[in-house]
């Protein structure tokens, strides 16, 4: 039994070349501390990943949805490749357990930070791919982005207003949105800051928040609601 038959029973596969996994399980904070114990870090690897989970993301969605516009495919697919998306499959299959991580690292929570998980995550698929192809990545990928997506989808987690608007202002009016901060308010510590969206001079929403980028998803909302009740006229 190797040091990897775990993870691979949480995977649901057999690698045939152990160096690929070991390597996407190296974090460069291990190859710092033991220069002769690794080759490579797994940053290679978590870039082919990103690229692999990108492509087989984007098909599954483009079969999944066959009416769906791009934009709404797109905001799916952002939703799905998110580090914190990532990092909730990288718990599931347990792989903080297996990392190689420098003391330091390890002491300060690497295990369960979500940009190391997530990062991890991806060169595991980068490894899997380069080991067995596309065809064992899509079936882990798939197993995993199903019961997300419903997730996703039910609770509206892909929706960006800004976005959103941003797209059916320039489908219908051929402008770009801005977003101009009108007032801020309150202590150094916690301002609060309105803003308005505007589309030319007409200003479709005003919104507040404690950041600029808060206000103006804010903003954005008002801004599609208003775009609805246009729509059901």
């Known amino acids: ?8 029973n949480n995977l649901n596969v057999q690698f045939k070349d152990y160096s690929l996994l070991a390597r996407a399980l ?10 002769d114990e690794a080759l490579e870090d797994n940053e290679r690897l978590e870039f082919l990943g990103d690229a692999v989970l990108d492509f087989i993301v984007g098909a599954y ?13 797109t905001s799916l697919r952002a939703a799905l490749v998110r580090a914190r998306t990532l990092a909730g499959f990288a718990r599931q ?7 190689q ?37 899509k079936s882990l990928v798939e197993q995993l982005v199903s019961p997300a ?17 941003q797209v ?13 901060v009108i007032h801020t308010s309150g202590p150094d510590h916690a ?25 103006a998803q804010a903003a954005a909302k008002v801004a599609m609601a208003k775009v609805e009740t246009l729509e059901d006229e």
């Open 1 to 8: 039994m190797n040091r990897f038959t775990e993870l691979e």
């Open 26 to 35: 190296t974090h460069r904070s291990f190859l710092n501390e033991h220069p």
């Open 61 to 73: 969605l483009y079969h999944r949805f066959p009416e769906m516009d791009e934009g709404e495919l």
């Open 93 to 99: 299959l347990e792989i903080g357990r297996f990392l």
């Open 101 to 137: 991580l420098g003391f330091g690292e390890a002491e300060n929570g690497g295990r369960e930070r979500t940009p190391l998980l997530c990062a991890s995550f991806e060169a595991v698929i980068g490894a899997l791919y380069l080991d067995q192809g596309l065809p064992a990545v």
């Open 149 to 165: 997506l419903a997730e996703i989808m039910a609770e509206s987690l892909h929706k960006d207003a800004k976005s959103e608007f």
């Open 168 to 180: 059916w202002a320039q489908a219908r009016y051929n402008i770009t949105p801005h977003y101009d």
């Open 191 to 215: 301002k609060q800051f309105t803003v308005h969206v505007l589309l030319g001079d007409a200003v479709w929403g005003e919104g507040t928040g404690r950041s600029k980028q808060t206000a």
